[in-house]
């Protein structure tokens, strides 16, 4: 069986952004051409950049939201399936009236923080105490209003919920069991199961640092173990972080070496249906996308 493939987040849009590369053949973990030996592929493309070290922060979503347009224009095959997504409230000033703009460029989410905390919540790093704030209550109903999902990835724990209260469609695109590795950018199981009710999706993260013990394959495994254990069959899946300046668990260095992940399932245990749920099926229903 051709093994499918639709990742929920990577920094790979950026990456060309400042390196002037294309995405048919960029040179970090991932391109359109690599992609390609995945039938089905789809890949959702993060428009990203810390607030604190980009002097001009709308220049640089407006020249990313630019360049997701022109490549979707220039290779329609392979982008058939490509989607994007805002890693930052503070890349839309916190404004829920930006969120119809991202909604123009294609975003299926919003993160309401990445890692700094903003005018929307506390993130999981800073302000880790803080909630959604009354303007970030109204951000992430607005996105709600227009399609666009709310990605708790990068969250405080309290904003979590609060996002969770306000009984919006949830994911997290890429995030793994805090139960497994106690970082705070991964999941407890609580706030697993919430995403799972919901309807939600999680994509689990590739990254050595989230992944936790050893960084070997089976470490790696253990957070679709987890998460699965839980119910968790129709809504996980990969959410690899590739081109975030990550490590992959697993000896895992680009998107070409998914196959080898894929195989470490099968001999889990894990049968090809869910193989094929986890790597395509569970983020392309939960998009919408066939």
């Keep these: 069986m051709k093994l499918g493939y639709f990742d929920a987040h990577c920094d790979t849009l950026s990456r060309c952004a400042r390196t002037g590369e294309s995405l048919l053949n960029a040179s970090g973990q991932c391109n359109l051409e690599r992609l390609s030996r995945y039938a089905p592929f789809g890949q959702v493309f993060a428009i990203f950049a810390d607030s604190a070290k980009t002097p001009d922060l ?94 708790v990835s990068h969250l405080s724990d309290r904003g979590f919920y609060d996002a969770a209260e306000l009984g919006v469609p949830i994911l997290a695109s890429h995030s793994n069991s805090r139960a497994v590795c106690p970082h705070t950018r991964n999941l407890t199981d609580d706030q697993f199961k919430v995403i799972r009710d919901s309807g939600g999706f999680v994509g689990v993260n590739l990254y050595r640092d989230f992944v936790g013990g050893d960084g070997s394959m089976n470490a790696l495994l253990c957070h679709f173990d987890r ?18 300046g990550i490590t992959g668990a697993g000896n895992l260095n680009g998107v070409e070496d998914m196959e080898r992940l894929a195989h470490a399932m099968e001999r889990r245990g894990y049968g090809q249906p869910l193989i094929h749920d986890i790597f395509y099926g569970n983020l392309s229903r939960f998009l919408g996308i066939s």
């Excluded at 640089?60 to 930052?88: H, I, N, T, W």
């Excluded at 909630?131 to 970030?136: K, N, Q, R, V, Y």
């Excluded at 069959?233 to 975030?244: F, I, N, T």
């Design 227 to 244: 998460f699965l254990d839980m119910d968790g069959a129709s809504c996980v899946g990969l959410g690899s972080d590739w081109d975030g």
């Design 58 to 151: 709308p220049e640089s979503v407006r020249r990313q939201a630019a360049l997701f347009r022109r490549e979707r224009e220039r290779y329609p095959d392979k982008m058939c399936r490509a989607a994007l997504s805002v890693e930052g409230g503070e890349l839309l000033d916190c404004d829920p009236g930006r969120l119809d703009d991202a909604k123009a460029w294609g975003v299926r989410w919003v993160n309401p923080t990445w890692n700094h905390a903003n005018a929307l919540s506390g993130s999981h790093r800073e302000a880790p105490e803080r909630g959604l704030s009354d303007i970030g209550r109204e951000f992430v109903r607005r996105a709600a209003e227009l399609g666009i999902f709310t990605d």
